[in-house]
Structures are given as C-alpha cells and as structure tokens.
C-alpha cells in the first residue's frame, strides 16, 4: 500500500453526498432541476449540458448571506473554512422516526458529557437517520404539510457559543420542517458560521477524529450552492 493509499484510499473517504438530477427533492416551491443537452456526439463531437438549478438543491452549502444582510456570500468563504474538523452528533435515538422531533441543547449537552466538548473551529454534523428517506419525497419532506426532525434555536446558540465553523444535517433544513420562522438560520447565519443540509451517510462517521471536506461551487454572490460533500476517517 503507498502512502497515498494510506493517506486518502477509499476506506477512508466517505461520500456524504446526495446525486443532484430531476429527482431530487427540493425544498416546496422550488423550480425543478432541468439539464437541457446542447451538444452531443453525433452532431458535436462531444456532450454538454447547460443546468438550471436552486442554489439550495440536494446536499448545499448556506453562505451567511443566505439569511444575514451582509453576512458572507459564497465566493467570499475562506477555502480553509471548508475543510474543518468533523464532529458528529448521533441524535438518532431522540428522533427515531418521528418528523416532529425538535433537537434541542440539553441533547448536545448530554453528547457532549459521552464524547467529549465539541472543539472550536468545528464542523458540527447533526446525525437523525432522516436521510434514509431521501428517494422517497413524501417522507422525506412530509406528506400534506413539510415535516421533518431539526434543532432548537438552544441548540444553534449552543453551536454558536462553541465557536463551531459550520453545522450540518441530514434533512432538508437545520431548522425543522414544521419552522416557519426559520429561529436556527437566523442565529448561525449571522454568526458567520455555514450551514450543510441534506447530508448523508452520516453513519458511516465516527463522533471524533474524521475531517470534513465540503466543495460547493466557487459562485459569485451566491446564497448557497450544491456541494460535494465528503468525510476523510482517521487512520
């Protein structure tokens, strides 16, 4: 095995990305994902594509200014921002399968007191299991009324005193689905901090000592983009 294998093989790199295609789920009132070909083999030589897609679609990224006035747009995200410390917050056995579950500080507290104090500088990953609906729109989503599991605005305060760098979940949105205010963006955002949502795989992910490596699209004045989104394990 080279050094490369060691540092960056396969068993240590897991993907936390969902594919981005018209199947997708999109937040209710989004306008769909469409590709439209513009050259191909046949008549071109080659394949291309040219893409209409939200900003926030699939696995994404929240710049701050997606919800703070003047807060940092994408393309002013410092690429060493990106790439932080993991930590994971197993909060499945809160949520279960309930779409209304709310996490709130008294449940990072007690992860904390099993697995140790979330370092500053942290990308802090939220754990429910909720991304094993993903392909399926009415659960993932909610069936009639948009519900799914989020944080309390306790817990975004929490993160924020923590100094974390950028929060992450594996829903459609660190706030719950059942949120029409939106409490947790409107505190993390204007902290400066970033926001992942629809993450995936998460259980894949050990509560310490992975890295985080989260790629979104270097977009000019962008609220967010999609972003390939990915785990490097500890040796």
Partial sequence: ?????????A????????PLGPDTTLWPGSAPFAAAVVADYDSDGCYARELAVPEHAGTHLDAPAHFARGGAHLDAIPLEALVRPLVKLDVRPWVRDDPSAVIGADVLL?????DGAIPAGSAVLVH???DAH??????YLGDGAVAFPGLACDAAELLVARRATGIGIDTLSVDPGSSTDHPVHRTVLPAGIWQLEGLVGLEQVPARG???VAAPLLLVDGS???????????A
Avoid: H, K, N
Avoid at 134 to 139: G, K, L, T
């Fill in 128 to 130: 429910t299991g909720w």
């Fill in 134 to 139: 993903y392909a399926d729109p009415r659960r």
């Fill in 210 to 212: 992975a890295w985080l």
């Fill in 1 to 9: 095995m080279t050094d490369l294998d060691t540092l960056l093989g």
């Fill in 11 to 18: 068993a240590r790199l897991v993907d936390l990305t969902q």
């Fill in 110 to 114: 007690e992860l904390e007191a099993r």
């Fill in 224 to 234: 967010g983009a999609p972003a390939r989104v990915f785990a490097i394990l500890p």
